[in-house]
């Protein structure tokens, strides 16, 4: 069955936990997480409909908006889902919407070890624009953030 596009809302908090937890070495909490809806905020989430009406939770993103601005927050794909497109698809969600919204001017940070995310957002049109030393905790110490732009 073909996954569902859906933007997110507080009674999918437990799934993303879920998600969320399993996807990220930093997860955010519930208490982020829960703080991420209204009208501030655009979100999508794809979701695979099982038996009854079931549905389970692949990924999401969460960006904020502000004039014609938006940042991307958080995005993730459930670990067993990596590697097979999903990501990519939430992303060409994410910037259609943006599209649709009039928000040109496109902005996130990612952890300079994350290879996966940065190939994934320059093969989307983003590029580096700059760097914030030791932004990051890191597992073995403090990382630096790559600032991403997409004008
Ligand atoms: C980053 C993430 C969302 C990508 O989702 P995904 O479903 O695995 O990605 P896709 O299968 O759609 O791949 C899209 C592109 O990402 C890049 N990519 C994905 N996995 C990669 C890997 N292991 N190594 C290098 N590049 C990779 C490639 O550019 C790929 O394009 P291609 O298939 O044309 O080569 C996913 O890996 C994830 O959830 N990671 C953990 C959470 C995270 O780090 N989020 C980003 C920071 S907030």
């Given at each position: 069955?073909?996954?569902?596009?859906?933007?997110?809302?507080?009674?999918?908090?437990?799934?993303?936990?879920?998600?969320?937890?399993?996807?990220?070495?930093?997860?955010?909490s519930?208490?982020?997480?829960?703080?991420?809806?209204?009208?501030?905020?655009?979100?999508?989430?794809?979701?695979?409909?099982?038996?009854?009406?079931?549905?389970?939770?692949?990924?999401?993103?969460?960006?904020?908006?502000?004039?014609?601005?938006?940042?991307?927050?958080?995005?993730?794909?459930?670990?067993?889902?990596?590697?097979?497109?999903?990501?990519?698809q939430?992303?060409?969600?994410?910037?259609?919407?943006c599209?649709?919204?009039?928000?040109?001017?496109?902005?996130?940070?990612?952890?300079?070890?994350?290879?996966?995310?940065?190939?994934?957002?320059?093969?989307?049109?983003?590029?580096e624009?700059?760097?914030?030393?030791?932004?990051?905790?890191?597992?073995?110490?403090?990382?630096?953030?790559?600032?991403?732009?997409?004008?």
């Amino acid at each position: 069955m073909q996954p569902l596009f859906r933007p997110l809302s507080a009674d999918d908090l437990d799934a993303m936990l879920v998600v969320e937890q399993a996807a990220h070495v930093h997860p955010w909490s519930r208490r982020l997480l829960a703080d991420s809806f209204g009208e501030r905020y655009i979100t999508g989430s794809l979701w695979l409909p099982e038996q009854g009406l079931k549905e389970r939770l692949l990924g999401y993103f969460i960006a904020d908006r502000i004039l014609d601005e938006s940042t991307l927050m958080n995005i993730c794909v459930s670990p067993g889902q990596q590697g097979g497109g999903l990501g990519r698809q939430l992303m060409e969600h994410y910037l259609r919407l943006c599209e649709r919204q009039g928000l040109t001017r496109l902005w996130l940070e990612v952890r300079e070890s994350n290879i996966a995310a940065r190939a994934l957002y320059l093969s989307c049109g983003y590029v580096e624009s700059g760097r914030r030393r030791h932004y990051y905790q890191g597992i073995t110490g403090p990382e630096d953030a790559i600032m991403m732009n997409k004008c």
